[in-house]
C-alpha cells in the first residue's frame, strides 16, 4: 500500500494545464489524498472521538477541511451552515464522506444574519439534545477563511502553513454542547490545480 506521501508526490506531479487534467488531479485528490489524510487524523486523535449524535458545521471555502471533524466524530446527523453559492461544496463533502440524505440538512446563510442562525441551531440541537449529544465545528466560518471564496481577488484556493490538525475543547455552554477546533489539514497540500511550491 503507498503512503500519504507517495500519494501526495503523485498529485503534485500530475500535469493540471487543461481542465481535463485538472479534472483527474482534482479526482485523484478527492479519492486518494483526502480518505488516507482523514484516517491519518482519526488515528491521530482517537482518544478525542466521543459518541455525538448530531454535529454543526459552518462551512468554509474549502470543503475538504470540513471532512475531518466529520470523518472524526462520526455523528449519526450533521447540519451544515453554508452560503447558498456553497451547495456544490455540500454535495461534495456528502459524497467523501458517504452521508445520506437523512443525515444531512443544510442551511443557507446570509451575511451576518447571527441570530437567524442562531435560532436555526438552537431548535435543531433542542431536537438532537433529546437523543445524544452535539458538536460544533466553527472553523469553517473563520474571518481567515472567508476572504479566500469571496470574490476578494484572492485565490480560492490557498496553500496554508504546515500544521497538524488539532482538536481543541472549548468550555462548555451548558452540558450537551462540545466545540471541536481542528486546525486546517495544510500536510496534504490543496487540490483545483496548485502545484507544490
Avoid at 466521543?50 to 472524526?72: H, I, K, N, Q, R
Avoid at 433529546?130 to 471564496?149: E, F, N
Avoid at 475543547?169 to 490545480?193: E, Q, V
Amino acid at each position: 500500500m503507498m503512503s500519504l506521501s507517495d500519494k501526495k508526490e503523485i498529485w503534485r506531479g500530475m500535469p493540471q494545464e487543461t481542465p481535463e487534467q485538472q479534472l483527474w488531479a482534482d479526482n485523484y485528490y478527492d479519492a486518494e489524498l483526502i480518505p488516507m489524510a482523514q484516517e491519518r487524523f482519526r488515528g491521530h486523535y482517537a482518544s478525542e472521538k466521543g459518541d455525538y449524535y448530531g454535529l454543526f458545521l459552518l462551512m468554509g471555502p474549502l470543503w475538504e477541511l470540513s471532512t475531518f471533524s466529520v470523518a472524526l466524530f462520526e455523528p449519526q446527523n450533521v447540519h451544515v451552515f453554508c452560503r447558498k453559492e456553497q451547495a456544490l461544496q455540500v454535495k461534495l463533502l456528502q459524497q467523501n464522506l458517504g452521508l445520506d440524505d437523512g443525515s444531512l440538512c443544510c442551511t443557507y446563510i446570509q451575511g451576518e444574519d447571527i441570530p437567524s442562525l442562531y435560532r436555526v441551531m438552537k431548535k435543531q440541537h433542542d431536537i438532537w439534545d433529546s437523543v445524544g449529544r452535539t458538536a460544533i465545528d466553527i472553523t469553517g466560518g473563520s474571518a481567515l477563511a472567508a476572504p479566500a471564496g469571496d470574490g476578494s481577488g484572492l485565490p480560492r484556493h490557498r496553500r496554508l502553513p504546515h500544521r497538524e490538525p488539532v482538536p481543541a475543547r472549548i468550555p462548555s455552554p451548558r452540558p450537551g454542547y462540545r466545540a471541536t477546533l481542528p486546525h486546517p489539514c495544510g500536510h496534504i497540500g490543496y487540490r483545483h490545480g496548485l502545484k507544490a511550491a
